[in-house]
DNA sequence: TTGCTATCCTGACAGTGACAAGATGACAGG
DNA sequence: CCTGTCATCTTGTCACTGTCAGGATAGCAA
């Protein structure tokens, strides 16, 4: 394991059918193309075989079964996830508040831009939670909101029950804006233009922080 | 259709195999069981006819097909959905703050209590949003919620913005919290007792009005 | 009694995930 | 160069799924 050649496999690397030369990352971009066209609902580990260009039963001697692939998957996708809240916050101006609103909007982008992985990392049962791996990746995610809401309240919400209650606000309020938005349900904002929408979503996120120096 | 004689189908109806009396509402409500025992990724149609007591192919004469049941039972859902709320709202005080974050209680309540019902509502791609039938039942439940708004910022959402975003905003509170509890991952919260929770979630929820008469 | 029809069953089909067993090729030791 | 070893991949099979076709049953009206 841990033999993911960062992307660099497929044309070059294969001369026959046997040994693909780095099939373990190729199936993880099968099942992540597979995801996106079928949703999670009808995705398919024959389906992911196939895109791959493999038999039926390779993928099972790299990820045990279907669950090791949506679980190595929705590791991958906590870790993006991050990247997409991280890179929004760089381009966003360094002060706590505005920082909190552009991680918030990442998620949404995040949502929007993945929907069904979005679903497998946080409304599906296939992926193993108790994977060590993959709780470390979501705990990373968890942790990036939990500092946002520190670097604001200048109080460490393990400590304080209040700052905490911060972070699970602005949690459940982008998660529920990502959610809904996903299932087609805010008619309201995806009516808008992404300024706009944007900006609505600022407002929303930023109207949820109690504590701290707010201007 | 409409042949739902209210749940006294089963012991005493039938006699024999054939014409079971009230097969159609016998499987909604095996529908459900199989829901919340399975969960909604492993749902199985020939498990909901078993749990019925009848042939694998029976449902397709009441509904057409797996689309057609989870459609209905999405319904009804959407229905107690509301009762839910609206059970809530009647023991708490006449107030319009008061009423909002009962509203919101009952939204979570809800799904903590029906978790696959619930995503089966919100989060999958299976029952048809195009029928009719569970259009309006799932628009009953956003107008709820927009009255409840309206309630507090004396002005239609309909024709103010600003008055919509609350509802965007209540909307999304309640929905990330649902969403992220019966995920089991909102460990915080789910460590306290129900009423400190609910004191904690009532914050929450009445945080974000902007609009209206705040006290 | 004779149809008629809604209701329910049996049987079959392709598709699914998982498992067993065989085929292939890379690679190390002689 | 040859041989054995082993990870990798394939083929074949199983039980299970949803859907469809066709047959069986019973209620009911004429």
Same mark, same amino acid.
């Given at each position: ?12 690397? @294969? ?12 199936? =993880? ?6 995801? +996106? *066209? ?7 580990? @024959? ?21 090791? =692939? =949506? ?25 706590? @508040?505005?920082?909190? +609103? ?13 929907? !069904?992985?979005?679903? =497998?990392?946080? *409304? ?28 604001? +309240? ?23 804006? !990502? ?7 805010? +008619? ?22 109690? *504590?701290?120096?707010?201007?």
């Amino acid at each position: 394991m841990d033999n993911i050649k960062t992307g660099a496999h497929g044309a070059g690397a @294969r001369k026959t059918n046997y040994h693909h030369g780095d099939l373990r990352a190729a199936l =993880l971009d099968a099942a992540e193309a597979e995801l +996106a *066209s079928k949703g999670i609902e009808a995705f398919s580990l @024959r389906g992911v075989a196939k895109r791959a260009g493999v038999s039926h039963a390779a993928p099972a001697h790299h990820f045990n079964d279907a669950q090791g =692939l =949506l679980t190595a998957l929705a590791t991958i996708g906590f870790q993006r996830f991050v990247d997409t809240q991280e890179k929004r916050q760089r381009s966003a101006p360094r002060e706590p @508040r505005a920082q909190l +609103a552009a991680s918030g909007l990442g998620y949404v982008d995040f949502a929007m831009a993945n929907p !069904a992985l979005f679903r =497998l990392m946080f *409304s599906s049962q296939k992926p193993d939670k108790k994977d060590p791996v993959l709780a470390d990746a979501s705990a990373a995610a968890f942790d990036k909101l939990v500092k946002d809401i520190q670097a604001i +309240a200048h109080i460490d919400p393990h400590t304080d029950p209040v700052a905490m209650t911060d972070v699970m606000a602005a949690w459940a309020i982008v998660h529920g804006l !990502a959610d809904l938005l996903i299932a087609g349900r805010m +008619a309201f904002l995806q009516s808008m233009n992404k300024p706009d929408r944007e900006a609505v979503m600022t407002d929303i996120i930023l109207r949820n922080c109690s *504590s701290g120096p707010v201007g």
